[in-house]
């Protein structure tokens, strides 16, 4: 079945490093893959989406690339700050269950250290 | 966009009881959700909330324990009955706006932490 793995944290960075978050899926079909973030706190927020292979997906800083040939869309920032610590879940919409059945990895917790 | 809130926050429950889960959406949405994120894991689809009609539950999840109503486009609720200490989650509701703008894109609540003694 359809299925997102991602990378397992915590990750603690210091402000103004690189971050790679890796997300790989299995997934029959063509899926949508989403990026959402959960400030310590709050609900879970989009942060990015990608919806057809070679799409890139970009907010605040954020990018990942849809890449159908490794089945990747890793999350990565140039330069992230403390306000980024929160957790981070991939996702893919599964067009295979219920309609609008969103697959979620475990989630990444980040911390950023100033 | 859309702007979700649920009640309560957060709750602490003693095993056998129930407890009813609202969300409230700012506007009228044809699909909503609920999930569950239990402690460490990540979110599983509960069921999808019907306007008028029964919900559709996933695999491993029954109406017996888990009823829903959704009386109309903006409301839902979700009871997690005789619970137990295996259901202190969070329960998120999400709505799909069904936009092309917003394709395929879930809207989240802030969730309801759930503990149960």
């Known amino acids: 079945g359809n299925s997102v793995t991602q990378m397992e944290g915590p990750v603690t960075l210091s402000e103004e490093a690189f971050l790679t978050i890796n997300c790989t899926y299995t997934a029959t079909g063509y899926p949508s893959l989403f990026w959402y973030v959960q400030y310590p706190g709050e609900g879970l927020q989009l942060l990015l989406k990608?919806?057809?292979?070679?799409d890139k997906g970009s907010n605040k800083g954020f990018e990942a690339t849809y890449r159908k040939e490794t089945t990747s869309f890793h999350l990565e920032k140039g330069s992230v700050q403390v306000s980024d610590s929160a957790v981070y879940f991939c996702?893919?919409?599964?067009?295979?269950?219920?309609?609008?059945?969103?697959?979620f990895g475990k989630g990444t917790k980040l911390s950023v250290k100033p | 966009s859309a702007v979700i809130s649920q009640k309560p926050s957060r709750d602490i429950c003693q095993r056998g009881t129930s407890l009813t889960i609202q969300c409230q959406v700012d506007?009228?949405?044809?699909?909503m959700f609920w999930y569950r994120q239990q402690p460490g894991q990540s979110l599983t689809l509960i069921a999808t909330a019907n306007q008028g009609s029964e919900a559709t539950y996933e695999s491993g999840f029954v109406i017996d324990k888990f009823p829903i109503s959704r009386p109309n486009l903006t409301f839902s609720t979700l009871t997690v009955s005789n619970m137990s200490p295996e259901d202190s989650s969070i329960y998120l509701c999400?709505?799909?706006?069904?936009?092309?703008?917003?394709?395929?894109?879930?809207?989240f609540g802030p969730g309801t932490r759930l503990t149960v003694l």
């Open positions: 990608a919806t057809k292979a070679d």
């Open positions: 996702a893919l919409s599964s067009y295979g269950g219920s309609q609008g059945n969103l697959i």
């Open positions: 999400s709505v799909e706006l069904g936009t092309s703008r917003h394709y395929n894109e879930q809207f």
């Open positions: 506007s009228q949405v044809t699909m």
